[in-house]
C-alpha cells in the first residue's frame, strides 16, 4: 500500500494540540474524555470540548477518536451505554476500548458506535482479533510486541473488512502492552487507571540487607540506572514495511505532550508519507523534540535491543513560539538578538534564520525576547504561515 493511503493519527491533550494536528497533517486525531481514559484528568476532554474538536476536525476532513480504554470497574459498565451514545451523537468516528466487558456493553447499548480494540487489549493473533472482530470491533490497535513478520500473518489470517492500527513513534512501557503495576505499587496511582508516576523512569540502586545505607549502581553510572526504562519508538525507516505487512493505520504516541511534539511529530511524517522530504530529513526532525534514544520496538528487533543506553532525554530544541502573521510572532521562550532560529511550515523541513530585528508590542527594538505570550516582530523567512512553529537549537 502506497504510504500517502494510510492514516496518519496523532494524540491531543487540548486543542491546541488538536489545532497542530490537523495544521501539520494528521488524518485522525485520538484524545480522552471525562470517562475511563487511561490518562491524567488534565489531558481529558469535557463534552462540550470534545463536541468543539469533533466540528472543528470534521470541518477538516479528519476523523475523531475517543479513548475508554481503562479496564473498567463494576459500577463503570451501567454507564458505558450512555457514553457511548453521547459521543456518537456529537459525532465521534470512533471509540478506543480495551475491557472486554466494556466492549460487549456499548455494543449492546449503542450497536451504531465504531469501536477500535486498545494495544492494552493485547491482541497478539489472528484468532483473537476474529474473536474480538465476532464481537463488534472494526479496528485492531496491535500489541506493541508483534514483530512484523507476526503483523503480516495475522494481517492473512483476519477478517477482510478488520483493520490493523499499530504504533510508530513515542514512548513505550516495559511492561507487557502497558500492563504494569509498579506505579499502582509505589505511589498508589493505577497506570491501568490513567494514574502512572512512570516509576519506570526513576533511577534505582541496590541496597545489600546487612549494609543498610550503601548503595551500588547496578551499572556504572552516577545516576544509577534505569533498566526498567526503555527507548522510544521510532518507525521513519520501516513505514513502508509496516504498510506491507497490512497495518492501515500509523499511531504515534503521546497525549501528555505539548503541541510542539504534536506538530513537529505529525508533519514530519506526513512529509516523508507524502515524497516531500526524504527519511533523513525526517529522522532530523524528530530528533527536534525532546526524546529517550530511539529504536524500532519489537517490529524488526528482541526486548534486550528496547533497553536505553543511558537515562536521559534528548532536548537539542526549544520551542520558541509560533508565527502570528505580519512577521511577527507568539512567544512561549526567550530568544536573543543574533539566535538561529527555525520556522517549521508543513510539508517541508525547519528553515533556520538568524534573528536581525526584535520589536515588542509597544514597537521598541529590544536584545531579548524574555516574556512568554508576547506577540512580538521579527525576521520571519519568506513562505512563513500563520500558526508555524518557531524553535531554536539549544
Known amino acids: 500500500m502506497d504510504l500517502k493511503d494510510i492514516e496518519l493519527l496523532l494524540p491531543s491533550g487540548d486543542m491546541e494540540c488538536v489545532d497542530a494536528a490537523i495544521k501539520y497533517g494528521a488524518d485522525a486525531v485520538y484524545l480522552g474524555g ?3 481514559q487511561m490518562r491524567a484528568e488534565h489531558v481529558g476532554f469535557g463534552m462540550d470540548d470534545i463536541s468543539a474538536a469533533c466540528d472543528k476536525l470534521h470541518r477538516a476532513g479528519k476523523k475523531l477518536y475517543v479513548t475508554v480504554n481503562c479496564f473498567a470497574n463494576n459500577d463503570e459498565i451501567p454507564r458505558l451505554g450512555d457514553y457511548a451514545s453521547e459521543l456518537h451523537s456529537i459525532g465521534v468516528d470512533a471509540i478506543i476500548v480495551s475491557d472486554i466487558g466494556a466492549i460487549a456493553e456499548i455494543k449492546s447499548k449503542c450497536p451504531e458506535m465504531e469501536i477500535h480494540l486498545s494495544t492494552q487489549a493485547n491482541c497478539m493473533n489472528y484468532k483473537a482479533a476474529e474473536v474480538y472482530y465476532n464481537m463488534g470491533v472494526k479496528r485492531i490497535v496491535l500489541a506493541r510486541e508483534l514483530s512484523l513478520e507476526q ?12 483493520e490493523l492500527e ?3 513513534h513515542g514512548a513505550m512501557c516495559m511492561s507487557y502492552s502497558g500492563r504494569c503495576m509498579i506505579s499502582a505499587f509505589l505511589t498508589g496511582r493505577s497506570g491501568n487507571r490513567g494514574e502512572c508516576a512512570q516509576g519506570c523512569r526513576w533511577n534505582y540502586y541496590l541496597m545489600e540487607e546487612q549494609r543498610p545505607g550503601e548503595y ?15 527507548k522510544e519508538l521510532c518507525c521513519v525507516d520501516i513505514l513502508t514495511k509496516l504498510a506491507d505487512a497490512g497495518v492501515v493505520s500509523f499511531k504515534v504516541e503521546g497525549r501528555m505532550r505539548t503541541p510542539y511534539y504534536v506538530g513537529t511529530v505529525a ?19 524528530l ?9 524500532t520496538g519489537f517490529y524488526e528487533g528482541q526486548p534486550s535491543e528496547i533497553a536505553p543506553d543511558d537515562n536521559g532525554y534528548i532536548r537539542d530544541f526549544l520551542y ?16 536573543d538578538l543574533g539566535d538561529e532560529l527555525e520556522v517549521l511550515t508543513p510539508g517541508k523541513a525547519g528553515r533556520s534564520f538568524k534573528v536581525e530585528k526584535i520589536i515588542n508590542s509597544e514597537g521598541e527594538s529590544i536584545e531579548r525576547s524574555s516574556h512568554p505570550m508576547d506577540t512580538i516582530e521579527i525576521n520571519l523567512p519568506d513562505g512563513a504561515l500563520p500558526g508555524d512553529i518557531v524553535r531554536k537549537r539549544q
Not at 503483523?151 to 478488520?162: C, G, S, V, W
Not at 530528533?287 to 529504536?295: A, E, G, K, L, Q
Open 320 to 335: 520558541v513560539g509560533n508565527v502570528a502573521g505580519d512577521g511577527k510572532i507568539r512567544t512561549r521562550n526567550a530568544f
Open 267 to 285: 508533519n514530519a511524517y506526513r512529509s516523508y508519507m507524502d515524497g516531500l522530504i526524504s527519511a533523513k530529513e525526517a529522522r532530523d526532525e
Open 34 to 36: 471525562p470517562f475511563m
Open 287 to 295: 530528533n527536534t523534540v525532546s526524546h529517550r534514544p530511539y529504536c
Open 151 to 162: 503483523i503480516a500473518q495475522i494481517a492473512e489470517n483476519k477478517p477482510k473488512d478488520l
Open 166 to 168: 499499530a504504533f510508530i
Open 216 to 230: 551500588f549502581p547496578v551499572i556504572e553510572s552516577e545516576r544509577g540506572m534505569t533498566i526498567l526504562s526503555s
